[in-house]
């Protein structure tokens, strides 16, 4: 499996503060991968090290197996959709189309017009006057149009309303299905995730906490429910990522690859938020800042 | 980029055009009766005692026409700082403040090329825009200039010859280093503060020190002074102070035999040619009675020592002041570019 993008030890400073410090991670190509983890996790920071808008401080980032900046060549295979879709609030949507073509020989214009065309926007309305939404449609479609074998997308939805949110991950999903490149998209709300993606990567403090593809994640991890007993008696595969008891019960969440045979358990799936946030709780250290008695809550 | 660069800069241009539009309007409207008056003066081509026909053309000169004089000095001494700071400045800033930088800066095109072509578009409008108004203005106020300098610098300040501030700094080739100096000072201040007010801010106190202090200190500079003793003669035209205990000081603004030259220093030297401040005492007496120890002072050996800038110095001076700026403004643009190309962002 290739990777599209490869860190290293990557880490970045600011003045003082590290946003993203000693981060190692793969994330394989071919796939439509999210990356997750609570704000302040260096998503964005490294996303913006793997489009070279940023220079590390330390490490090293390999983007399709070369250095994210520099050369035209290399800027030409990644497209771009930055955090709150900034356009020129001056230009047009056709205008902006037409930045596109001037900025990138590669540029798909007959596309990029269908598309516009096909979301129902006005080429002629200034993008300083278009819901987040549409601007968000139209940086994307800026992004795609240059035909990129790798599309970024950083926190493309945080901004937008629910329904605006479900059109823009609709929209990208057909774009995805229609035109063949790899996608890394952030977000720090796993439920836009689910639908869109079928690979997570879950960051926590610059650190990778769980990767792998969705399904896989999915099958390896049960939430069993019985009488409260302690976690460190179960067997050996099975990994525990987070316990809560109550009196009498004792519900976990673990992470194995066999069956769970103990018949004193009651298996059930896991919804990948639940799972997410399971291990951004784990990494925040443990149950430690849970209230007690909290019950994780199950979606069959 | 050339387009994009372009359509981003097209409301400014829009300004620009309006402004030397209305400039040109104002100047075309007057300047022809302004030019016949001048022609109906008989200044030009007059010999022998001319000073009596120009100072009867600039006294004619009245109504609008002082004010457009002084307005025209201002709107060009002022355009350079002005397209730093609402140009230069927000050229980067505007990028950075909506993050537009992001959306540029990941099409397929780098940064290199991206700003320099920034820089340039709007650079070359700068200094045509400024260049423009000066050569309208030149061609508008050459008779008064010329009336002016026969009459020694009377009503006009452009009787100071063409090294006086407002003469020399608005015409000639100097606009075009001052709007390139300015541009490129504003996107440079956008560039490290990257905020378009306090850049905006910057830009003006800097280009104000800056255009302060070439023609105060720098441009009396550029070129070794050249050195002249004047007489004390009897149509000696020289500002004179007199103090108690005999105290005097002369100030020359005008040289005999080199009309229009630049004087940077002049004072009353003996026959020694050691700088004196205190009249012989006859003198004293003479003044006391007559008012006017000139003579007197003469007979003692007492002259006037002078350094000035000949007129003949005046071309190589515009070329020189006007590299040095070009050479500023490249340097700050290269500055930028290595900046931005360079590794910190935010």
Redo the contacts between chains.
């Keep these: 499996m290739t990777a599209v993008i490869e860190t290293e030890g990557l880490g970045k400073r ?1 003045r003082r503060l590290w946003a993203l410090s000693d981060c190692t991670l793969s994330i394989p190509a071919g796939h439509v991968v999210g990356l997750v983890g609570p704000n302040g996790a260096g998503k964005t920071t490294l996303l ?1 090290l793997a ?5 590390p401080t330390t490490g090293t980032i390999e983007v399709l197996a070369g250095p994210p900046r ?3 060549a290399q ?2 295979r ?3 959709l ?3 879709a ?6 047009t949507v056709a ?1 902006h189309l ?3 073509a ?5 540029w798909d214009a007959e596309y990029a017009r269908r598309r516009i065309d096909w979301l129902g926007l006005d080429p002629g309305q200034k993008a300083g006057t278009l819901s987040g939404g549409q601007r968000a449609q139209v ?1 994307l479609t ?2 795609i149009g ?1 035909r990129p074998e790798l599309l970024i997308l950083d926190e493309p939805v945080a901004s937008l309303d629910p329904l605006a949110r479900r059109e823009f991950l609709e929209d990208l999903m057909e774009a995805i299905a229609e035109r063949e490149f790899s996608v890394v998209l952030s977000s720090h709300l796993i439920a836009d995730l689910e639908r869109v993606c079928d690979y997570l990567i879950v960051l926590v403090d610059s650190r990778v906490r769980l990767a792998g593809p969705v399904d896989e994640l999915l099958a390896t991890h049960h939430l069993l429910t019985g009488p409260r007993r302690d976690p460190a008696t179960l067997p050996a595969g099975q990994r525990v990522i987070s316990a809560s008891h109550t009196d009498r019960q004792t519900t976990l969440l673990v992470r194995t690859s066999e069956a769970v045979l103990d018949p004193a358990w009651t298996v059930s799936e896991v919804g990948l938020e639940d799972m997410v946030l399971a291990y951004m709780r784990e990494a925040a250290g443990g149950g430690r800042r849970r209230a007690p008695g909290y019950h994780l809550e199950v979606q069959q | ?1 050339i ?2 660069t372009w ?2 800069f097209r ?1 400014q241009a829009v300004t620009a055009i309006a402004a030397l539009a209305a400039f040109a309007i104002l100047l075309g409207a007057t300047g022809p009766h302004l030019a016949s008056m001048y022609a109906a003066s008989r200044v030009a081509g007059c010999q022998g005692n001319c000073d009596h026909l120009a100072r009867n053309f600039l006294a004619a000169v009245r109504g609008i026409y002082p004010v457009v004089f002084t307005l025209g000095l201002a709107v060009i001494i002022l355009a350079p700082a002005v397209i730093g700071v609402f140009w230069g400045a927000p050229l980067i800033t505007r990028e950075f403040e ?13 940064r290199a090329r991206w700003l320099a072509t920034k820089l340039i578009l709007p650079g070359l409008a700068a200094i045509a825009v400024t260049e423009g108004l000066s050569l309208m203005y030149g061609w508008w106020a050459a008779p008064i200039g010329q009336a002016a300098r026969v009459t020694g610098g009377v009503n006009f300040p452009l009787g100071m010859g063409p090294f006086g501030l407002p003469a020399f700094d608005t015409h000639g080739v100097v606009p075009i280093g001052y709007a390139a100096f300015g541009f490129a000072l504003g996107v440079t201040a956008g560039v490290l503060i990257r905020r378009t007010v306090p850049a905006m801010a910057v830009t003006l106190a800097i280009f104000a020190a800056v255009q302060l202090a070439m023609p105060l200190a720098i441009r009396p500079r550029l070129f070794p002074p050249v050195h002249a003793t004047q007489s004390l003669a009897a149509n000696f035209s020289g500002i004179q102070n007199q103090g108690p205990g005999g105290h005097f000081a002369f100030t020359l603004d005008y040289l005999d035999g080199a009309p229009g030259a630049w004087i940077l220093s002049s004072g009353a030297v003996n026959a020694a040619g050691q700088p004196v401040s205190v009249m012989p005492t006859d003198c004293v007496h003479v003044a006391q009675t007559t008012g006017d120890p000139t003579q007197c002072l003469a007979s003692h050996g007492i002259s006037i020592a002078v350094t000035y800038q000949p007129t003949s110095r005046y071309w190589p001076m515009q070329w020189t002041e006007t590299g040095i700026y070009l050479a500023l403004a490249l340097a700050l643009a290269g500055f930028c570019l290595w900046r931005l190309g360079g ?4």
């Design positions: 600011y913006n489009v070279g808008l940023l220079a520099a050369r035209p800027l030409a990644i497209g771009f930055a955090q709150d900034p356009l020129y609030a001056g230009l205008e037409k930045l596109g001037r900025l990138n020989p590669g940086a800026l992004a240059k | 980029m387009w994009l359509r981003q409301p909506t993050g537009t930088f992001r959306t540029a800066w990941t099409q397929t095109i780098t590794r910190r962002l935010s």
